[in-house]
């Protein structure tokens, strides 16, 4: 499926969390509107903040549309039995947004026809735009030519449907089938670029091959060496994008993984699943429908796991990175207070991938979220006086996101328990998860393992929450209070890496410690020279955060600053704040809770200030997030493609 996004380009080496989260279906195979069944084709409507994702529900007969951040979808085509009616579906295997037109474009396979069908119901009839021909796969370029595939016919064919185009123009294959450069076997999903090239899945020849604008003849830019795994091959291939460096994305249906493809390439890399065939947040069974958000978020229709996954970017820092000095609010700002445009001694804080940015407001008694570019905020927990209801928090010190259930995890410090919040829309559904604790912060690993640290007891443990976990393993500390390196005084925030190594904020022996996977002892990574200034010294650390090279970022809450201490530093370097303590833009009266978006920008809650900071990269730098900030942020209009 296709449709136009406004996206920036990605990095050749860029690299995504390896484990995707459910963002529609999931739940089995069925026709509830949180299930799938068989999905195909899918694109993402991202022109607001709700992060549309709508999806050709094959066995279903409908088109689904599921709003970021909620697995219950909507029916908004279809969905009226299978069946020729106009307003039925056959088998629908793919669909795409004609923003000219506001409509959505449907490839009913079923039913050998390209549909139209409004996005507002009763604004149109549903219409047929093209018959008579067994579709499988559809794009449309920057001209709003619409572009579709035939299995039956091996080619794909062009058609001006805003002049009611019923017959096309040949652009690709039409050769009869077979495994030429002027022939295609069985092209599914197809891609077209802003100069109109075509890029098609020829899924029986196992290549994914580019027909430039009046060509022939097509160019074998991936695969086209015969079924199989190895790094030049591919194996049904399905769902395509290409992104405005000329890298091609393969969704490979027979090998159960992602591939990208370098232009020029001659062999591909596995950038999702590879893992064998399953179930897992890692694994696939039948990728089919491929599109990218343009935040650079990949979602892939699992076709037999009956669900939508979903890939966020692992944001790349350099460890010569440049923050801008003064920072400025996105959240609070406005005096100590409780209105939703205040806040009162903001704590932990995380974002999503949406850059909605979600805070423990500690004397509020709530969690609040704001929208990116709106200091005016919503409370998503709590809120209700503080208390020891289910429904109550008292003194909340840290919050995350736990992507695989979609909800908040609390740590409700002053009721000594973790809850759990729903994210779904008006059904918070709050749990205590753990109980009779001092917690202080919280941190999720890669497996969906939470990690809690204790003020009382000096250490962190790991829950395994969802097999609902009580008692933990102890990963660091619980030794007695001490300065020893088996031993915390006072740890507040932590941060766990990619190989579940666990970084401790040891705020009383004014220490950052590292403790690796089953280790007995940790390794002192930044600070242990007692409380200071110089730059061998931390004061009271409290918010961390590790980037993939390992670099750490501290927040020092006694220093009203933040430092870098670079893999293997003895001393760290200020990156924003250190200018005394003091309300301005480039100030910090306490800093507390620390988080890094996709982009690579810092979000700080300024303790005593009340409030949220943002601090943006420089030019100098160019980070990841530099890159999509500026060289590249210069957005294109691209057709997104998927199965």
Not at 59 to 66: E, G, H, K, L, V
Request: some cysteine.
């Amino acid at each position: 499926l296709s449709t136009f996004l406004v996206i920036p380009k990605i990095l050749v080496d860029e690299v995504w969390e390896e484990k995707g989260f459910t963002v529609a279906g999931g739940h089995g195979r069925g026709r509830e509107n949180d299930e799938l069944a068989n999905p195909l084709g899918l694109c993402v409507d991202d022109d607001n903040d709700d992060q549309n994702i709508i999806i050709a529900d094959q066995s279903n007969d409908r088109i689904i549309q599921c709003k970021g951040g909620n697995t219950n979808g909507e029916v908004i085509a279809g969905g009226n039995g299978e069946g020729d009616r106009v307003d039925q579906l056959n088998s629908p295997s793919d669909v795409l947004i004609d923003k000219q037109s506001k409509n959505l474009l449907i490839c009913d396979r079923g039913n050998r026809r390209v549909v139209q069908w409004p996005r507002f119901r009763g604004k149109t009839d549903p219409k047929i735009l093209i018959g008579n021909i067994n579709c499988r796969g559809l794009a449309m370029d920057n001209q709003g030519n619409l572009y579709v595939s035939d299995t039956e016919k091996h080619e794909v064919r062009r058609y001006d449907i805003h002049f009611g185009e019923k017959e096309g123009i040949l652009v690709a294959g039409g050769n009869g089938e077979g495994d030429g450069i002027n022939q295609l076997n069985y092209p599914t999903c197809i891609f077209v670029d802003r100069q109109q090239n075509v890029y098609v899945s020829d899924s029986k020849n196992h290549r994914v091959v580019k027909w430039k604008k009046g060509a022939t003849e097509g160019v074998v830019v991936a695969g086209g060496e015969g079924n199989g795994y190895c790094g030049i091959q591919l194996s049904g291939p399905r769902g395509i994008f290409v992104d405005p460096l000329g890298t091609l994305y393969v969704a490979e249906f027979g090998n159960d993984r992602l591939t990208r493809w370098p232009q020029g390439a001659k062999e591909g890399t596995v950038i999702a699943g590879g893992h064998d065939q399953g179930e897992e947040a890692n694994q696939f069974n039948g990728p089919s429908g491929l599109c990218f958000d343009k935040c650079g978020r990949i979602y892939v229709a699992d076709y037999f796991n009956h669900r939508v996954q979903s890939f966020s970017l692992i944001p790349k820092i350099l460890v010569d990175e440049v923050w801008e000095e003064e920072g400025y609010s996105v959240a609070g700002g406005h005096g100590k207070g409780e209105n939703k445009n205040q806040l009162e001694y903001p704590s932990g804080i995380c974002i999503d991938d949406d850059l909605k940015i979600i805070i423990a407001d500690q004397f509020n008694n709530r969690i609040i979220q704001c929208k990116r570019g709106n200091t005016d905020g919503e409370v998503v927990a709590g809120g209700n006086g503080e208390g020891d209801r289910v429904d109550q928090l008292k003194g909340p010190r840290d919050v995350l996101i736990d992507k695989q259930s979609n909800s908040l995890l609390i740590c409700d410090q002053g009721n000594r328990r973790v809850v759990q919040w729903s994210r779904e829309i008006d059904k918070p559904d709050p749990k205590i998860l753990i109980g009779n604790i001092n917690c202080r912060g919280l941190a999720m690993d890669n497996q969906g393992n939470l990690y809690v640290s204790d003020t009382e007891k000096h250490e962190v443990r790991r829950y395994d929450i969802h097999l609902r976990d009580k008692k933990g393993i102890r990963v660091a500390g619980g030794n007695g209070e001490g300065d020893g390196i088996n031993q915390l005084n006072y740890p507040t925030c932590i941060f766990v890496d990619r190989q579940q190594n666990v970084y401790v904020s040891d705020s009383m022996n004014h220490r950052v410690v590292k403790w690796k996977k089953g280790a007995t002892e940790g390794v002192v990574v930044a600070g242990g020279e007692g409380n200071g200034y110089s730059r061998v010294q931390l004061s009271d650390p409290r918010g961390i955060f590790v980037d993939p090279l390992g670099t750490l970022y501290v927040a020092e809450f006694g220093n009203d600053r933040l430092t870098r201490w670079p893999h293997g530093a003895k001393e760290g370097t200020v990156i924003a704040g250190g200018h005394g303590e003091g309300a301005e833009a480039n100030q910090f009266n306490r800093p507390s809770g620390l988080c890094f978006d996709k982009s690579g920008r810092i979000y700080v809650a300024d303790y005593y200030n009340h409030r949220v900071q943002r601090f943006a990269q420089k030019q100098k730098g160019m980070s990841l997030g530099q890159l999509l900030k500026t060289k590249f942020q210069k957005v294109i209009q691209v057709i997104n493609n998927s199965e």
